[in-house]
């Protein structure tokens, strides 16, 4: 096939082009980014609920080593909690809380040890929140190691230290100074040993920023808010809200540690939205730059204008004008100049013509079977008309002309059987016709194949006796059959007498019907010439005859079997032949009761 190909192309065929494919491009990131993000929230509001339950049977297990450090062991037991939620996904804050006051926090606490000599240790924690701003955390967090001494200027409650000045220990290194009024409380120097630290900044020091610290406050201020609704008594509800923008978790528990009963506060935040844009912002990237690389070739391909379409129109029309009827012109663009019209009817005319020259060359082919089978019908016919019908002229001119008057009843009886002859070839002619257009309605009952088969054996035992036929019968108990009573008698009539024709003297018919599911299935079987290969496939045409030499000794039209297998087409029923080891097969499938 030759394809030519037009290209008018304009520029503004590119922008439209561009416009396009950055619309659908842009829709797609939007669609992603979306399913993104709502699988994201919901996968971290789940994950938020089961990890705050999982870890609450921890803390009601939580038992203090020593009574007096309870407070030190409760904040390290509840950092560890915190810890949980700790990601670069979840901004999270915890806190315990008795009846009045703040017990436990889980962020920004440094562990500490105090020794008072060499055989005296106290432990201690401080709260970082409560004397430190971000900034100054953020410095500790990357500046102290564990094991370091540091110095501290505050007082001691219970295990609590309240700092206003934390430096390093030797004084060079001043890590916290904030102004802090603690009344007539009298403010030591204390020398610590660093234990370890939970810090917020720990999550991710490199993204840690002041939008991470305003939301880890925002935690806080929701804490709080929490806990003054709770000490005023008011019935707080645990929420699981999850959105695409902002996700959050808020729950409170009632928990019993060491006989005691305390409030754990538990709130959590994400952001799904903007935690699907960092996760695809790689592939956003890679697209956009394998887009613009698709973009450049793309523009480059088609600001290439194609040269002389005109010649190419009249080399194709030249094409078509010498025969060729695979001739298109491919419209490459949006373009609809006089060109391009041009060229789509040159097409259109091709392909219209093409699909003519094919439907007229299928009608030739056709008719001219359809000729070859007329003349072959009516061959056929002619032939086996022709002898009855000179048997008929001879013996009436005998007749005529009083030639063996002796004979004269001998004549009219063969003038009788060669007209009968004719008539019933014409009569089953017509059948076969009825029988072909689907014309024919059958007439459906109940009946006994095996009654059907012995009655027409008996019509033929005169023919059984003459030749000393063995007639082996294996009937099935049940052999009820839904069909056309008359057109099975005529399907069951060619074949018996097709077995007794080419049966040879003495030789056995066995008749079998076997039972298989809904369907039963009858075959008969004789004993003589096989037929050979090349004809079983053409001997169900109507006049078909492996004997060419048409020996009429046999009786029969030629159609016996063309009607037989349009009778079991009708009753949608399957029909073969084949040779066996002694002779030849016909058998038939037909619904049974």
């Known amino acids: 096939m030759i394809v030519l190909k037009h290209s008018g192309i ?5 922008n439209k082009t561009l416009i396009v494919f950055t619309i659908f491009f842009v829709t797609i990131m939007i669609v992603v980014t979306l399913l993104l993000a709502q699988n994201i929230s919901n996968t971290l509001a789940f994950k938020t609920q089961n990890m705050s339950l999982s870890s609450i049977n921890d803390l009601e297990n939580f038992k203090s080593s020593d009574t007096s450090n309870f407070e030190y062991t409760i904040n390290d037991a509840l950092s560890q909690y915190n810890k949980l939620f700790s990601s670069n996904d979840i901004y999270s804050k915890v806190a315990l809380f008795d009846q009045t006051k703040e017990v436990a926090s889980g962020t920004n606490i440094l562990l500490l040890r105090r020794e008072i000599n060499s055989s005296e240790n106290i432990l201690n924690f401080l709260n970082l929140d409560k004397c430190a701003n971000i900034e100054e955390i953020r410095t500790m967090s990357s500046s102290l190691q564990i094991g370091n001494k540091i110095l501290v200027d505050g007082i001691v409650v219970k295990n609590e230290v309240i700092a206003f000045r934390i430096t390093s220990d030797d004084g060079k290194r001043n890590f916290i100074s904030t102004p802090t009024s603690f009344g007539n409380a009298q403010v030591v120097s204390m020398q610590f040993k ?6 917020q900044t720990d999550i991710n020091p490199n993204n840690f920023n002041m939008i991470s610290n305003q939301r880890y406050e925002e935690c806080q201020k929701i804490i709080n808010t929490e806990v003054d609704a709770k000490l005023n008594g008011d019935v707080i509800d645990n929420v699981i809200k999850a959105n695409i923008f902002e996700g959050s978790y808020k729950n409170i528990f009632l928990i019993n540690i060491e006989g005691k009963e305390y409030s754990l506060f538990v709130v959590c935040k994400f952001y799904p939205l903007e935690l699907a844009l960092k996760q695809l912002a790689p592939l956003y990237l890679f697209g956009f730059i394998i887009a613009a690389v698709l973009i450049i070739i793309l523009s480059s391909k088609l600001s290439k204008i194609v040269t002389k379409p005109i010649l190419l129109l009249n080399e194709a029309a030249k094409k078509v004008a010498n025969g060729d009827k695979n001739v298109l012109y ?3 663009s949006n ?6 019209q041009l060229a789509a009817s040159l097409s259109s005319m091709s392909v219209q013509l093409n699909h003519a020259m094919m439907r007229l060359e299928q009608d030739i082919k056709n008719k001219t079977d359809m000729e070859i089978v007329r003349r072959e019908l009516i061959s056929t016919i002619a032939h086996e008309m022709k002898t009855p019908l000179c048997i008929i002229q001879s013996y009436s001119e005998g007749l005529k002309e009083k030639i063996a008057e002796n004979k004269r009843d001998h004549y009219l009886d063969v003038i009788i059987d060669e007209t009968n002859q004719i008539n019933n070839m014409v009569i089953e002619m017509l059948d076969l016709a009825k029988l072909e257009s689907n014309t024919n309605e059958l007439v459906f009952e ?5 009654d059907l088969v012995e009655k027409i054996l008996y019509r033929h035992s005169k023919v059984i006796t003459e030749k000393k036929l063995e007639i082996i019968s294996n009937f099935t108990n049940d052999s009820q059959i839904y069909a056309d009573y008359l057109r099975i008698e005529q399907v069951l009539s060619n074949f018996i007498a097709n077995a007794l024709n080419h049966t040879t003297n003495q030789g056995k018919i066995t008749i079998t019907t076997n039972r298989e599911e809904n369907s039963l299935l009858f075959s008969i079987e004789n004993e003589g010439e096989k037929i050979p290969p090349q004809h079983i496939a053409k001997i169900w045409d109507a006049f078909y005859k492996i004997d ?3 020996v009429r000794s046999k009786g029969g039209t030629g159609l016996g079997l063309a009607i037989a297998k349009n009778i079991l087409i009708l009753h949608k029923a399957e029909y073969g032949v084949v040779n066996t080891d002694t002779g030849v097969l016909f058998w ?5 009761l």
């Open 10 to 14: 304009r520029s503004k065929v590119l």
């Open 194 to 199: 660093y234990l370890n630290g939970y810090f």
């Open 330 to 332: 491919d419209l490459s």
């Open 335 to 340: 373009s609809f100049d006089e060109i391009s």
């Open 446 to 450: 109940n009946f006994s194949l095996k």
């Open 548 to 550: 060419k030499s048409r």
């Open 588 to 592: 038939f499938k037909i619904c049974a």
